[in-house]
């Protein structure tokens, strides 16, 4: 009778021991869904209609198309990797083959990342991804551009040393998790940092200059604005408020996402908690302006005015009548959380027109997010307005109610019309969409 009840207790203690075990496995499975969440991993390996991470999604560069990988449990993608494996993938860009990585895995934004959440990234993608059998796709990139090995040399130039991120000394901890956060899985640097000729970021972290964050070249279609500062085209005019709201839904009371931004918004940033999502929008604000003259917008009504008595004389004034004032107000001001304003839009105002000639183009469309589940579309206006129509109404937008963007041609307007026509095709004219 005893030894049966020192067994059955040694026997309560094991099953005890075992629920505690795969409880803090569950705990850091879910601990790794939310850095997956937070690094935005679905967006790049998942194809259009495809499974999630199984890979496949092709990703444009200057040399080729190149295709996102399987990262599910599953033999053809990470099934045989050990932590160790996966490591080395993630943050030294170093494939288990041994080959490297393209740059177009962030591996130089996630050099920071912590070995604890690696562990929790690696737990989710073993334990907690559907596996997903699929075979991954050889790059279009012609030979001898396709040769692996001068990879490694622009790893061993450009990728960073591998450490886990430290905060500076007395830093404000709301502003270091932001950091973390930005310049580590959030990896904004990749489309948000401007790239030398080698094609390396010019700055991995705010530490590095101002460079960091302060908006890329055109990018399929795309700019990715400014993040620092400035008023003209940064984050100036925005409160901490706006940012986290922004982030959250993907509409603030005065701005809307589109291209890229959308899929980030959608597949990772309204899944962060309001704490991460503030220590984000803190570590933004933190970032002084590039232009050490930059000055607020100063609203200026006289084209308000002008429109208002029925004046359009105004070269672009009349095609904005017909097609953009009913959203967006003859006043530039939109309406709030639905149409963004256009007076004192930094996306706007940035040296180049080519986001804004896009969306009149091709139109988009404001994405549901959990806390705004409302849809709002802007109709393509490819079909309906010439090249030089759309240089004038974007020109006429960028340099009205004070906005100080410089005009465009109808050449400008053309050359993306026809790039639009080579990417896209049939029913997906007009309809462009880019993954992050």
């Known amino acids: 009778m005893k030894v049966r009840v020192i067994a059955t207790f040694a026997a309560s203690l094991a099953w005890l021991s075992s629920c505690s075990v795969s409880a803090a496995e569950t705990d850091l499975v879910k601990q790794g869904e939310y850095l997956a969440r937070a690094g935005d991993c679905v967006a790049c390996h998942t194809a259009k209609g495809g499974k999630p991470f199984a890979g496949g999604l092709p990703m444009e560069t200057p040399i080729g198309v190149i295709y996102s990988t399987n990262i599910t449990p599953d033999k053809t993608g990470l099934g045989d990797y050990s932590f160790e494996d996966f490591d080395k993938a993630v943050r030294h860009g170093v494939a288990k083959s041994g080959s490297t990585l393209y740059p177009a895995m962030p591996y130089p934004s996630y050099a920071r990342v912590s070995q604890s959440d690696m562990q929790a990234l690696y737990a989710y993608f073993m334990k907690g991804v559907e596996p997903v059998a699929q075979e991954n796709k050889d790059s279009d990139i012609p030979w001898p551009l396709s040769m692996r090995w001068p990879l490694a040399a622009w790893r061993w130039m450009f990728a960073p040393e591998v450490a886990d991120y430290q905060a500076p000394a007395n ?258 004219l007009g309809q462009v969409t880019q993954k992050h």
């Open 171 to 428: 830093a404000d901890p709301v502003i270091s998790r932001g950091a973390y956060l930005v310049e580590g899985l959030g990896h904004c640097g990749a489309c948000h940092t401007p790239r030398a000729l080698t094609m390396q970021e010019k700055a991995l972290s705010a530490t590095d200059g101002n460079t960091f964050l302060s908006g890329s070249a055109p990018l399929e279609g795309w700019i990715a604005k400014s993040l620092r500062g400035d008023h003209k085209d940064g984050l100036g005019g925005w409160s901490e408020e706006q940012l986290v709201q922004f982030l959250k839904t993907g509409r603030s009371d005065r701005s809307a996402v589109f291209g890229g931004m959308s899929d980030v918004v959608v597949h990772s940033m309204q899944y962060l908690s309001e704490n991460d999502l503030t220590a984000i929008a803190r570590y933004l604000k933190s970032l002084p302006a590039v232009d050490p003259k930059d000055q607020p917008h100063q609203y200026d009504r006289q084209v308000a005015d002008a429109l208002w008595k029925g004046d359009d004389r105004q070269r672009g004034a009349s095609v904005y009548i017909d097609n953009c004032a009913a959203c967006h107000r003859t006043d530039g001001h939109g309406y709030t959380r639905v149409f963004p304003a256009l007076a004192g839009n930094p996306v706007l105002q940035t040296a180049g027109a080519t986001s804004l000639i896009n969306i009149v183009l091709n139109g988009g469309t404001l994405p549901a997010t959990h806390a705004a589940p409302s849809t709002f579309t802007m109709p393509a206006f490819a079909w309906r307005l010439s090249d030089q129509e759309v240089a004038d109404v974007v020109s006429f937008i960028r340099g009205s109610w004070g906005n100080q963007g410089a005009p465009v041609t109808a050449g400008e307007v053309k050359d993306l019309r026809d790039n639009d026509m080579h990417t896209t095709s049939g029913d997906d």
